[in-house]
């Protein structure tokens, strides 16, 4: 009995995931507004984290998510700015702050700055631990990441973002040089991207459920070596999520 219990289990789980790469990888919405790049990617990858307490395997299971943590973001730099500090949307530490928020403290969004391409993408190697998208395609290797990992670029194949955009990484093209260090941004990562830019939509939801996002943007999941990740002092940004010990 409890080995046809686990095996209707695991059966469930399987089919779940299934159901969420399929809505959320392979026919994605893209975010709700041009400013919650940074929502988005918390939401997908706090989804996709195995740590979430419910269920995220639809297009409005996501948005619903994005849309709390862009408000738990607006809350905490409200809070801020009311008791006189200078914070904005776009500070690191709110995203981290919203992210505890929403969660009760049960979880975190780790900061992490690389200073060196080969931190970069072996830090991306490790949170993820998919190193075969080229041959295994978008599909397979989103259902089998450890976990997605979030980056900010200021360009993407062929997208720019002058001020950055958040996206997520689904894992990288092939296996990293294990006697060499990595000195260029070159590598291939799989990519979810929720800002592409278009003047060629055809929607797939409701029109009361239309934002401002969704007649902008198209959000897909690509290959990419084409892409400028971001800096701050001389700095990349990665971002995963943990546990809250």
């Known amino acids: 009995m409890f080995i046809k219990s686990l095996a209707f289990f695991t059966a469930l789980s399987f089919t779940t995931s299934v159901t969420a790469i399929q809505n959320l990888v392979l026919d994605p919405n893209p975010q709700s507004t041009s400013n919650t790049c940074q929502s988005y990617s918390i939401a997908f990858t706090l989804a996709q984290s195995g740590l979430w307490h419910t269920e995220v395997t639809t297009p409005k299971q996501l948005r619903a998510l994005e849309q709390n943590i ?39 969004l780790k900061l992490y700055y ?25 599909a397979l290797s989103a259902l089998l990441v450890k976990q997605p990992i979030m980056t900010s670029v200021n360009q993407l194949n ?6 950055g955009h958040i ?59 084409s892409y400028t990740a971001k800096k701050w002092s001389g700095k990349h940004l990665l971002m995963w999520i943990e546990r809250n010990r």
């Open 70 to 108: 862009r408000k738990e973001i607006n809350q905490y730099v409200a809070e801020r700015q009311a008791d006189g500090k200078s914070i904005s949307t776009y500070h690191h530490t709110a995203w981290a702050a919203a992210v505890k928020r929403a969660s009760s403290n049960n979880l975190k």
């Open 167 to 225: 996206v997520t990484i689904l894992g990288l093209g092939s296996s990293l040089p294990t006697n060499q260090t990595i000195s260029a941004m070159s590598e291939k990562m799989l990519v979810l991207n929720s800002a592409i830019k278009t003047n060629d939509k055809v929607f797939n939801m409701c029109s009361d459920e239309i934002t401002s996002g969704d007649e902008q943007y198209n959000a897909s999941v690509s290959l990419s070596s």
């Open 114 to 138: 690389p200073n060196n391409p080969d931190d970069y993408y072996k830090k991306i190697a490790q949170i993820t631990n998919m190193t075969s998208a080229s041959t295994m395609g978008s």
């Open 158 to 163: 062929n997208d720019i973002y002058a001020s």
